[in-house]
């Protein structure tokens, strides 16, 4: 059973970082895709950031976070990271962690969620 549990979330005040981390554990499958989303307080989920497993493969960033966020993966680890940086109060959301594995066709898993509060 695939599992992901996120941590690293917290509060923080603007200009500060923070690293979220993804440990993913109950698949091998090769080729998949790791995401970072957000949801802020009546707002829909959105994409944050995303790395694939495949060489050659481009990584992912929103528009708002181009330039301070860095996703990376550790395949030894099985994890997966989210380096924020210069965070802003709009920052504020949960964080999800989003597995997309493809075997035979693909699948998606999530993961609960880590509060990430940006305030002075």
């Known amino acids: 059973q695939v599992q992901l549990v996120e941590s690293g979330g917290g509060l923080v005040q603007p200009g500060e970082s923070l690293r979220l981390s993804c440990a993913a554990s109950g698949f091998t499958d090769s080729n998949y895709v790791m995401s970072w989303y957000r949801q802020a307080p009546g707002k829909e989920r959105e994409l944050v950031a995303a790395i694939g497993s495949l060489g050659g493969s481009t990584n992912y960033y929103a528009d708002s976070v181009k330039g301070r966020f860095t996703i990376s993966r550790d395949h030894a680890k099985n994890q997966v990271y989210l380096q924020m940086n210069s965070l802003k109060p709009e920052d504020t959301a949960v964080y999800y962690c989003?597995?997309?594995?493809?075997?035979?066709?693909?699948?998606?898993?999530w993961g609960q969620g880590t509060q990430v509060t940006v305030s002075s």
């Open positions: 989003k597995a997309r594995i493809y075997s035979s066709r693909w699948y998606e898993y």
